[in-house]
């Protein structure tokens, strides 16, 4: 079956430490996106990437790093520079994200508490 | 600034009758516009989607109707179902250039029997 895998669903971090969130997918998509859900604001958008080793700063993108060296693969670092870490992380994907109705591909996500 | 924008954070329907979910935006560049429904701890589900050339798209059960004059989207389910029972988010791109979908803060619709 294709789709998206986060990984892992649930982490704790303490304070000051770096933390990477894992995101492949197997639909052959060439845009991947990053996504922070709170309570009450939606969904925000940190990073995305229409292409392998390209990728743009989104809303959001303070205190976060990502790489595309893989098109199956956009891993999100959350560094300890980022303030208000805990939250729900979404990955997502689509064909591309320069023409057309762009239809977003959610995978299940990623609940990061930081204690 | 938000520029998608979901002004009630819950509704509550009973089972058979219809729901409607609503959505106003700010950006009247934005030209298509989209549903995704979301269980707790899952991904959001593309659920029906609408392009600013038209005024209504149905789907079953789901129908989106836009007024662009109005800049407001709505979601009827009709009849509602308990498995209806979700977060819905609309979200609003421009189709040219689409790189990003601009997300409304959600709206929790809970079915009762």
């Known amino acids: 079956d294709g789709g998206i895998t986060q990984s892992p669903k649930y982490l704790f971090r303490k304070e000051g430490q770096n933390v990477t969130l894992s995101c492949e997918q197997n639909l052959n998509h060439d845009a991947m996106y990053w996504y922070r859900q709170d309570p009450g604001q939606g969904l925000r958008l940190i990073y995305y990437s229409q292409i392998v080793n390209d990728f743009q700063k989104g809303d959001i993108a303070e205190g976060y790093s990502v790489s595309r060296e893989k098109k199956e693969s956009f891993p999100l670092t959350v560094t300890s520079a980022q303030k208000n870490p805990t939250a729900f992380y979404l990955c997502?994907?689509?064909?591309?994200?320069?023409?057309?109705?762009?239809?977003?591909?959610f995978g299940a996500g990623s609940r990061l508490t930081v204690l | 600034d938000q520029q998608v924008k979901q002004n009630s954070p819950s509704l509550s329907v009973q089972e058979g009758r219809i729901s409607i979910l609503n959505c106003d935006y700010t950006n009247s560049m934005f030209d298509y516009f989209l549903w995704y429904k979301k269980y707790p701890a899952e991904g959001p589900t593309f659920l029906i989607s609408?392009?600013?050339?038209?005024d209504k798209n149905e789907d079953g059960r789901f129908t989106v109707f836009l007024n662009k004059s109005a800049k407001h989207l709505s979601l009827h389910i009709v009849p509602s179902q308990p498995g209806d029972s979700a977060v819905y988010f609309c979200a609003a791109s421009l189709i040219q250039g689409a790189q990003k979908l601009v997300f409304g803060q959600g709206t929790r619709l809970t079915i009762n029997p």
């Open positions: 997502a994907s689509s064909m591309d994200s320069y023409s057309g109705a762009n239809v977003l591909t």
């Open positions: 609408i392009s600013s050339i038209k």
